[in-house]
């Protein structure tokens, strides 16, 4: 049978399954002689304000903290498997820089200066940079993942849809809870939480993470550990209840990754030194250092106040910055031909202020005014000491600072237009000014950037100090730009009955232009021009429904996407170095349906199964090449990356009674379909593959005590999720494979005092 045959084959059967399910619950209803319990009631603010996960005419999927234990999830990456349609991964070449596409929207490069496509919010605070944004689950009250443009209540950059990160609330109760694990690879990791009122209306909490383990493998020509993982994150909250009427809550969050930088697989033998590939994927060779950090820091201040029955008034002010300082050995063979030392620095400060208004009957309003003020910098070497070698080798520097002014006005309201229709309405605008500078210098001679003790702002002056004046001049300029979009956002829902409701909407969002950060003039003269913003137009018809007295939850959505000038960055050799090329890629459309499901077959059982397909592609695109100026339709040739065609997840829950408590039982298994890695086909593509996972988690009947037992990856499958591709590049080439976790198996016991 041939593979597109096999792959509708497999679709349809899904969907069959899916559907099915009603009928066989409704004949394994017939068959139960006692009265069973429902399933419990998910509550959710992805429209600002909280309600009940089945009243949400938006496509969204929510994780308690519960849920999270239940199975073992580490990071939020682990939600790839469980969300239809998503790529929530750790980017190439790093250990806590997140990758995350929703239905075929979002942000492969994490350079600074490029914006993401699904926006990341920690407790409603907008995370502008994905360095450090592969966040830990601890101390948390649950994550949302929004699917679709979120630019009416979200703002830019959640064209693709929203991940919130919801921590801890304070609640005034004593609290202590301890957690240790260990586990595979010699993992080690201990969590410790806690809380307590120091007085009637004052609260404070805390939690601490450790987190530990070798490497999955090593650098043969070293003995470092690679894939390795070494981080330390901590919480501090207070909560002051002002009166009845305000309280005023105060958050800080601080992370330290110090894990080796992340060494390549090389898929081809090296031209210069003969290296084959190794068997074992994650061991690797390099030049470079190892030592790595990314530090990431945040604190935020929520004041609420309920104005009256009816009226509410929230001001949310937050800071965060972070800081990166990490090696990328691009050939991976231990010689040094490809090398580049980066840092990354980033900072912003925001300010929401936020007026909500219900009368208890038929309407409701959230509104607000937002601002955000940041700035990324960066500066990185590519070190090439073999290219020109009677010259002693090439450094090409590279670096430069983006400063960011954002200004939103935003309002969304609810009419109830009788007892079975609801008229929704929003609106969005949003100013982005943005300037940039950008130097790119060549020497002759070998040297580390990131040894020089440079400091932001990244500017020429200060590199021209440390290392006299270049060879070239590729690049030294100052672009910037100014856009406004108005987002809107219409939806109808139709309530059928308490279990069931209907739903059609119409979202728009756009992702911030920009300047390239790489920048080559002397390449290509027009690329200190600024790219323009891209925009989604998002029409979804979805279905909310409870059936079998509330035993199952079926949740669906089908959707058309018209996407204007996506934004494709383009690196290619070519005979005077590395080409960089922000594209706005014409004109693409996606497509789509998602089913959501959870069937309690009794009151001790129950299966859950998600169902993602999307068919994505270019309508028109023309590629200019940089050097020559020639241009080539490439409408054919590209594909959407980080997209697989269909995605799908079946698992299963079993509780058992113990005389000493519960011990419950959860599995689960999750394909995704054959992934391109970048806009055209490359050697790095990853072919269809499953995980399946299974969990043991005891719980004793005094709430006190819990041990789990974990199995990930149990079929210790190798699969791809991210690399580079440049070829012959500098005497060899440099096709270099990143992958996910292998099969782990870790025990975590817990006790809450």
């Not at 942000?107 to 600074?112: G, H, I, R, S, V």
């Not at 920690?122 to 443009?149: K, S, W």
């Not at 490497?215 to 002002?242: C, H, P, Q, V």
């Not at 058992?656 to 992934?675: E, H, I, K, P």
Request: a negative charge; aromatic letters at 12%.
């Amino acid at each position: 049978m041939s593979q597109p045959k096999f792959r509708h084959s497999l679709l349809a059967l899904a969907i069959a399954s899916v559907v099915s399910l009603p009928a066989y619950a409704q004949d394994q209803q017939n068959n139960e002689e006692n009265e069973m319990e429902g399933l419990e009631r998910i509550e959710v603010t992805a429209r600002r304000k909280t309600e009940s996960l089945q009243e949400v005419p938006v496509s969204v999927s929510s994780f308690g903290a519960g849920d999270l234990d239940t199975i073992g999830a580490e990071d939020i990456t682990e939600l790839q498997q469980r969300i239809p349609n998503a790529t929530i991964q750790v980017s190439r070449g790093t250990n806590s820089t997140l990758t995350a596409y929703i239905r075929g929207v979002g942000q492969q490069d994490p350079l600074w200066g490029f914006e993401p496509g699904v926006g990341v919010y920690i407790d409603d605070v907008y995370v502008a940079r994905p360095q450090g944004a592969v966040l830990e689950v601890f101390d948390i009250e649950r994550i949302e993942v929004l699917r679709g443009p979120q630019g009416t209540l979200y703002g830019k950059n959640t064209i693709g849809g929203a991940l919130k990160y919801v921590t801890k609330e304070l609640t005034g109760y004593d609290e202590l809870a301890i957690q240790g694990t260990v586990g595979s690879f010699n993992q080690r990791d201990l969590k410790i939480s806690g809380q307590t009122a120091l007085s009637d209306n004052f609260f404070v909490g805390a939690a601490v993470a450790t987190l530990q383990r070798d490497g999955f493998g090593e650098y043969r020509n070293t003995g470092e550990e690679n894939y390795n993982k070494d981080l330390m994150t901590y919480r501090l909250s207070a909560k002051w209840l002002i009166n009845d009427d305000m309280d005023l809550k105060f958050s800080y969050d601080n992370t330290e990754d110090e894990s080796n930088s992340k060494g390549g697989h090389r898929l081809l033998a090296s031209a210069v030194t003969g290296q084959e590939p190794y068997d074992n994927v994650y061991d690797s060779n390099t030049a470079m250092p190892v030592a790595n950090i990314v530090e990431t820091e945040g604190m935020s201040l929520t004041f609420n106040w309920d104005i009256d029955a009816n009226w509410g008034f929230k001001s949310i002010t937050a800071q965060r910055e972070g800081y990166t300082d990490t090696n990328i050995d691009f050939n991976s063979t231990g010689e040094p031909i490809f090398m580049v030392p980066a840092i990354y620095e980033d900072e912003q400060f925001t300010q929401e202020f936020q007026l909500s208004y219900t009368n208890n009957n038929d309407f409701d309003f959230v509104g607000g005014v937002y601002y955000y003020d940041g700035e990324a910098c960066g500066v990185f070497g590519t070190v090439l000491p073999l290219y020109l070698a009677a010259l002693g080798g090439v450094t090409v520097d590279n670096g430069g600072c983006v400063k960011t002014d954002s200004f939103a006005v935003y309002g969304q309201g609810n009419y109830d237009l009788n007892d079975d229709w609801t008229l929704t309405l929003g609106g969005r605008y949003t100013n982005d000014e943005k300037e940039a500078d950008v130097f790119r210098y060549t020497y002759l001679g070998v040297h580390y950037i990131n040894d020089a003790g440079l400091a932001t702002p990244y500017d020429p002056a200060q590199v021209r100090a440390a290392f006299g004046d270049p060879f070239a001049v590729n690049s030294e300029f100052t672009s910037g730009g100014d856009w406004s979009r108005f987002s809107p956002h219409v939806a109808l829902n139709y309530q059928v009955n308490n279990d069931l409701m209907f739903y059609g909407s119409y979202s728009n969002g756009f992702k911030s232009g920009g300047v390239d950060m790489r920048a080559d003039k002397s390449l290509n003269p027009t690329i200190d021009e600024p790219y323009d913003p891209e925009v989604v137009d998002t029409f979804e018809f979805g279905m909310k429904s409870e059936l079998l007295d509330g035993r199952m939850r079926l949740n669906s959505a089908v959707f058309f996407s018209d996407y204007t000038d996506m934004q494709v960055t383009v690196q290619r050799v070519v005979e005077a170095g590395i080409s960089s090329q922000v594209l706005n890629a014409g004109e693409s459309t996606v497509k789509g349906f998602e089913v959501e499901t959870v069937f309690a077959a009794t009151d001790s059982l129950n299966f859950t199964a998600m169902l993602g397909y999307i068919d994505a592609e270019f309508d028109a695109v023309v590629y200019t090449e940089p050097a020559t100026g020639e241009t080539t339709d490439v409408t054919d040739a590209w594909s959407f990356q980080n997209t697989p065609e269909l995605t799908y997840n079946i698992g299963f829950n079993q509780t058992f009674d113990l005389a000493n408590g519960q011990l419950v039982w959860s599995g689960n298994y999750a394909f995704r379909d054959d992934t391109q890695m970048f806009e055209a086909p490359s050697p790095l593509d990853q072919d269809s593959y499953g995980l399946l996972n299974t969990s043991l988690m005891w719980y004793s009947n005094s709430g006190q005590w819990s041990v789990g037992l974990h199995g990930k990856n149990l079929t210790d499958e190798e699969y791809r999720v991210g690399g580079y591709n440049f070829g012959p590049t500098f005497g060899d080439d440099a096709v270099v494979a990143y992958y996910g976790d292998p099969r782990t198996v870790s025990l975590t016991v817990g006790y809450k005092f």
